[in-house]
């Protein structure tokens, strides 16, 4: 059975930092590109970085308020975990972030969709006071 379990979320004042983790199990997790997603009340579930299998490939989304430059997204293959680390964070920030599976084994192309992932964390909420 894979798990995707998100750790790492809570109460930040804007300008601080948090890191999240997402420990995966039940899968060979160095096979998967992964990705984080957010998604904020009301809004969709929109895409937010992303690592390829191997590591040496990091994409960040970029639209407006995008968070290139102030997340980090990386990967121990060891330890089958994927991290966020985000600096300088915004009240806009604050939202459920999920770790998400890329179905797409070995993947390290540029584009990462909701249905393009196979497997889904729950979920940690990330709030950020302004």
């Known amino acids: 059975q894979v798990q995707l379990v998100e750790s790492g979320g809570g109460l930040v004042q804007a300008g601080g930092s948090l890191r999240l983790s997402c420990a995966a199990s039940?899968?060979?997790?160095?096979?998967?590109?992964m990705a984080w997603f957010r998604q904020a009340p009301g809004k969709e579930r929109d895409f937010v970085a992303a690592?390829?299998?191997?590591?040496?490939?990091?994409?960040?989304?970029d639209y407006a308020d995008s968070v290139k430059g102030r997340f980090t997204i990386s990967r121990d293959n060891a330890k089958n975990t994927v991290y966020l680390q985000m600096s300088s964070l915004k009240p806009e920030d604050t939202a459920v972030y999920y770790c998400?599976?890329?179905?797409?084994?070995?993947?390290?192309?540029?584009?990462?969709?909701?249905?393009?992932?196979?497997?889904w964390g729950k979920g940690t909420l990330v709030t950020v006071s302004s």
């Open positions: 039940g899968l060979t997790f160095s096979s998967y590109a």
């Open positions: 998400a599976a890329d179905r797409r084994t070995y993947y390290s192309g540029r584009s990462y969709y909701t249905h393009d992932m196979l497997y």
């Open positions: 690592i390829s299998w191997s590591g040496r490939n990091t994409y960040y989304a």
